[in-house]
Structure formats: structure tokens, C-alpha cells
């Protein structure tokens, strides 16, 4: 029997020649990630076994990202035990204030991931890097310091659902879109650990931004992974990132799928996902009138240099409307600069914006934008379950950088044409 994307680089990281779904393997390591909130714990567990260094001190990355800069006197000592940890065990990838971006979009512009690698990290987005073509999954933060101890997971290999994508997405449509048009379809537990697997001609026509998105929310789905297949533009931005040499795995013409999805990406609508759940989405044109008193920008989803543009670009000469709070993140510091020096940060400010150090703060209902009871917002961020971003009364209404733009402008959801 043939093997998936994700079945292939199980086997051959433990060291296989095949393996199936269900079957329990233990796998060699690429990259153990860990932040300022699950890192602690991670340490905690780890000077529990009495080693005196990590496995690979280049193999691990801890980004001081959701509560920094420190919010508060325990944010700051959470991010100094983990500061004082890579110090001591001196730990390479060590990324705090001034070099840290938010963790998913950081460790692919570092090309601290590539085609083909086994990461696991302590946060549940780090199914994001399957963009890359890479097996990448969320773990608790007990499994991070297993394996920051011995370089190794134990896995069940999942089983795999193939999205078939084919056409190009039209204006003002992108990514974001696409995964919540997915999770709307499956539902939050329709690909529960499951490995999504994209492919077909229609991948070609996504940007990696595009696809790092997608991945980022398998989870939100349900799904053990997301992963896309290896093409040019995949092997273009690893090489620019300075990645090590990529391993690409494609999937077997008679690999096994529980289910196959044939998506049109011409077909996609501008889509925002309603409280409290990813999956109750519905498209602008189907919308009445919602008012907001919040739109974030940016997030581990949402917060690349593709975004800001997007974003900009709708923003450009218009005010955020009166009594709304508008709120732009940068994921990254190189994307930041890279943002002030095309003038997107002017455009922001001049429209009414504020624009953040780059931070996970409101994603979570850490800092940096918490609702009021009652309060609506319209974020690219990931999750929108009850009280994420504050009150437990408060709403979050997922969308794509361009209805999130367009939102602001008009005090309600809409959608970018509407604006343009």
C-alpha cells in the first residue's frame, strides 16, 4: 500500500521502510519548539531528568512571543527562566525581545525549517509549517522536554484527508479564506487527528503565505497536521530563508485517504467565521449588519508582509471609522521594517491605527487589545472561541486581512469591494 506526504517522513525519521495509519512510531527530531508561556513547564520537566544538556542545542527554538514584551511581573519571570535555561544550555535559537517575531512566522523566515523535517513545538499552531512540506504538530509541554532531552517523539501515524485544489483565487481573496471555507465545510473536529494533505494545480497558483495560513489552522480543524505538497515557489523561499537542504516527499498514487475534497479556489468568497467556533462561517455577501469596536491585524495566522500589504492597500487615503480601535501587528521585526520602509506603517497610522512590536497579545487575551463585555472584534487571528480575545460576553469574528481592512473602515463587517 502506497504512503501519504506525511506517512513517508514518519517512516524515514524512524528509521522505516513503511509505516500505516495507527501504527505507533518513535521518530527522530528536527526542531523542538517552546514559548514564553509553555517553555517554563517544558524546563520544569526537563530538570526533572537529570540531564545535563539538551540533545542538540541548534535543534531548539524558544521565542519569548505572547506575553512579550513582559505584560506583567509573571510574564517577565516566565521569560527569564526560559532565558536563563538556553543561557546555561546554550541553546541557539534563543529569541527575545528585539530578535523575536511571533514563533510561526519567525522560524520559517529564519529557515530554521525545511521540506521534509519532523518538529514538534508547544503550542497547538505549530502545525503551520507542513507549508513547507514539513511534518510539524502541536505537543504538550511534557513531550517538549522529552524531547528536548533525547531528540525524539513517539507518534501514531494519523491517517489523511487529500484536498484536491485546482483554479486561482480571485481579488481580495486569500488564504484565510480558504481554510475557513475548509473548516466550515468539515466542521472543528473533521479532521480529527487527521493529516490534511493539499495538492493539485491549484496549490501552484497560492502563495507560501497563502499556504502557511491554511496550515496554521489545521488545528482548527481538528487535524494532526497540515501539509502541502513541494514545488518551486516552496524550494524558492526556503533557499532565500537560508534553510538547510529540503527532503521532499510526495504522496503515492495509490496512497490511502479516508476522504478526498476537490476545492476551486475561483469558487471562494470572502469568508469570516461567527462566534464562538471556526467552523459557523459564512460569506460577507450572506452578512447583515454586524457592528465592531475592534480589528486586529496580524497574528502567527496572519500577520505576514503579504497581509500588511493587502491590508494597506484598502487602507490607503481612508479613516478607521469613529469608535473603532484598530490594531496592526507585524509577525516578525524584519517584517515590521520591511513594512515601514514601503510605507505601510504611515498608511496605518495616518488612517487611525496603532501598530504593536510584534507579539501574539490579543490572540490569546493576553495584552495588547482585550475586549470589554459586549465588545465585537474582527481579527486574522485563528481562534474565536468564547472569551478568547477578553470578556467572556465579548465576540470575535475571524476574517482575512482584506475584510478585516475593509471592517475597520466601516465600523462593520464587509467585505473589500465594498470599500474599493
Known amino acids: 500500500m502506497g504512503m501519504t506526504m506525511t506517512q513517508k517522513i514518519l517512516a524515514k525519521h524512524a528509521g522505516l521502510d513503511s509505516v500505516v495509519a495507527g501504527q505507533l512510531v518513535l521518530a527522530n527530531l528536527d526542531m523542538v519548539l517552546g514559548n514564553d508561556i509553555t517553555s517554563p513547564v517544558a524546563i520544569a520537566e526537563f530538570n526533572k531528568l537529570n540531564k545535563e544538556a539538551v540533545f542538540d542545542k541548534t535543534k531548539i527554538s524558544m521565542v519569548m512571543d505572547h506575553f512579550a514584551p513582559n505584560k506583567d511581573i509573571k510574564a517577565a519571570t516566565q521569560c527569564k527562566m526560559c532565558r536563563d535555561f538556553c543561557g546555561e544550555k546554550e541553546v541557539v535559537n534563543f529569541y527575545d525581545v528585539g530578535e523575536?517575531?511571533?514563533?510561526?512566522?519567525?522560524?520559517?523566515?529564519?529557515?530554521?525549517?525545511?521540506?521534509?523535517?519532523?518538529?514538534?513545538?508547544?503550542?497547538?499552531?505549530t502545525c503551520t509549517y507542513g507549508a513547507l512540506?514539513?511534518?510539524?504538530?502541536?505537543?504538550?509541554?511534557?513531550?517538549?522536554?522529552?524531547?528536548?532531552?533525547?531528540?525524539?517523539?513517539?507518534?501514531?501515524?494519523?491517517?489523511?484527508?487529500?484536498?484536491?485544489?485546482?483554479?486561482?483565487?480571485?481579488?481580495?481573496?486569500?488564504?484565510?479564506?480558504?481554510?475557513?471555507?475548509?473548516?466550515?465545510?468539515?466542521?472543528?473536529?473533521?479532521?480529527l487527528y487527521k493529516s490534511m494533505e493539499f495538492v493539485g494545480e491549484g496549490v501552484h497558483n497560492l502563495t507560501v503565505s497563502d499556504r502557511l495560513c491554511i496550515?496554521?489552522?489545521?488545528?482548527?480543524?481538528?487535524?494532526?497536521?497540515g501539509i502541502f505538497e513541494v514545488d518551486d515557489q516552496t524550494l524558492a523561499y526556503l533557499k532565500e530563508a537560508g534553510a538547510k537542504e529540503p527532503s521532499v516527499f510526495a504522496p503515492d498514487e495509490d496512497a490511502e485517504y479516508d476522504e478526498v475534497y476537490e476545492i476551486d479556489l475561483s469558487t471562494i468568497k470572502s469568508t469570516v467565521s461567527f462566534p464562538h467556533l471556526p467552523e459557523n462561517t459564512h460569506t460577507v455577501d450572506e452578512i447583515d449588519e454586524v457592528k465592531i469596536d475592534q480589528v486586529v491585524i496580524g497574528s502567527c495566522t496572519n500577520g505576514r508582509l503579504q497581509d500588511l500589504v493587502a491590508a494597506a492597500e484598502i487602507m490607503k487615503g481612508k479613516k478607521v471609522a469613529k469608535n473603532v480601535r484598530c490594531i496592526v501587528i507585524p509577525a516578525t521585526q524584519k517584517i515590521?521594517?520591511?513594512?515601514?520602509?514601503?510605507?505601510?506603517?504611515?498608511?496605518?497610522?495616518?488612517?487611525?491605527?496603532?501598530?504593536?512590536?510584534?507579539?501574539?497579545?490579543?490572540?490569546?487575551?493576553?495584552?495588547?487589545?482585550?475586549?470589554?463585555?459586549?465588545?465585537?472584534?474582527?481579527?486574522?487571528?485563528?481562534?474565536?472561541?468564547v472569551g478568547r480575545m477578553g470578556h467572556p460576553t465579548s465576540e470575535v469574528y475571524l476574517a482575512s486581512p482584506e475584510v478585516a481592512a475593509a471592517s475597520a473602515i466601516t465600523g462593520k463587517i464587509t467585505g473589500p469591494e465594498e470599500v474599493m
Open 133 to 191: 512540506g514539513a511534518f510539524s504538530t502541536g505537543v504538550g509541554s511534557t513531550d517538549m522536554a522529552c524531547g528536548m532531552a533525547i531528540g525524539k517523539a513517539w507518534f501514531k501515524v494519523p491517517s489523511a484527508i487529500k484536498f484536491v485544489l485546482k483554479g486561482k483565487l480571485n481579488k481580495y481573496v486569500s488564504g484565510k479564506d480558504v481554510i475557513l471555507h475548509i473548516i466550515g465545510m468539515i466542521g472543528v473536529d473533521g479532521a
Open 215 to 225: 496550515a496554521n489552522m489545521a488545528i482548527e480543524a481538528g487535524g494532526k497536521n
Open 100 to 125: 523575536m517575531g511571533i514563533e510561526h512566522a519567525l522560524l520559517p523566515e529564519k529557515g530554521l525549517v525545511t521540506a521534509g523535517d519532523v518538529v514538534i513545538g508547544a503550542d497547538s499552531h
Open 336 to 385: 515590521y521594517l520591511e513594512a515601514m520602509e514601503m510605507g505601510l506603517l504611515k498608511t496605518f497610522i495616518e488612517s487611525g491605527a496603532v501598530v504593536s512590536t510584534p507579539t501574539c497579545g490579543p490572540c490569546l487575551g493576553g495584552h495588547m487589545g482585550i475586549l470589554a463585555a459586549g465588545e465585537r472584534a474582527v481579527a486574522t487571528t485563528n481562534r474565536n472561541f
